[in-house]
């Protein structure tokens, strides 16, 4: 199963309100960083910044305030020698990161979407150059996601164009994947996909394509079809209109 290999949730909330002159603000950023879900190793961060500038940090690494600026050197050494301070920001590990953590996963990681995959030709052959073929995955969440395509059951790297995981703005992904491909008689062509979805990897044949001769008939017996029915309506208004008018005597 396709897990990310790195985690964070970023806590924000604003500490200060504006000035009312010279509109300077400040705010704090918590950050929980942490690349997997037994969270056995977890990086807390508090972060200040003034006027967008980063001023001070905590971090539970080196289990202390750090300054990056002047002003921040001072909050920094202040902060240190605050020893209830830095007893409460050392326990935000398991207050606020594992606690939360969890929630993210119940909540958001472990709700999983499964992609709809076509697996089809979208340039056919001409001369010396390939058949084109594209498997495409759309509508699935989480964003990480693995295609590989397969000749007869076995992978295929050369040959093979795939683009990034695309976002479709409601929280869904799509990606398409794009193998040129030289047509063999009794050859199988398919698309492996791996997602977090599904519990085995799932295999996705290539879509029969029409021939021309297909394609010349299914046209023909559109065309028929329509006729018919043109032809069905016109009879049905040639009697009603020589109906109209008519008065029904019993003998």
């Keep these: 199963m396709i897990r990310p290999k790195l985690l964070c949730i970023s806590l924000v909330f604003l500490i200060a309100v504006f000035y009312e002159t010279d509109g300077y603000y400040s705010y704090g950023v918590d950050e929980c960083i942490f690349d997997s879900r037994e969270m056995t190793d977890v990086e807390y961060l508090r972060t200040f910044y003034f006027n967008q500038v980063k001023d001070v940090q905590f971090n539970s690494t080196i289990r202390k305030f750090v300054g990056f600026t002047e002003q921040g050197e001072k909050i920094a050494g202040y902060l240190n020698n605050d020893s209830a301070t830095i007893q409460q920001m050392r326990g935000a590990v398991d207050r606020v990161c594992k606690h939360n953590g969890a929630v993210f996963f119940s909540s958001v990681l472990d709700k999983t979407v499964k992609p709809e995959v076509r697996v089809r030709s979208v340039k056919k052959a001409s001369g010396t150059h390939p058949t084109v073929l594209m498997c495409s995955a759309y509508d ?112």
């Design 140 to 251: 699935f969440y989480p964003k990480a996601i693995k295609l590989t395509w397969l000749k007869d059951g076995q992978p295929v790297t050369s040959d093979v164009t795939s683009a990034e995981e695309m976002a479709d703005g409601d929280w869904y992904y799509q990606v398409h994947s794009h193998l040129e491909h030289i047509p063999k008689s009794g050859e199988k062509i398919s698309c492996m996909v791996e997602h977090a979805s599904f519990t085995k990897p799932m295999t996705y044949d290539l879509e029969p394509s029409l021939s021309e001769s297909d394609t010349k008939k299914i046209a023909i017996g559109t065309s028929g079809l329509l006729l018919g029915v043109i032809l069905a309506a016109a009879g049905f208004i040639y009697y009603k209109r020589k109906s109209t008018g008519r008065l029904l005597v019993p003998h």
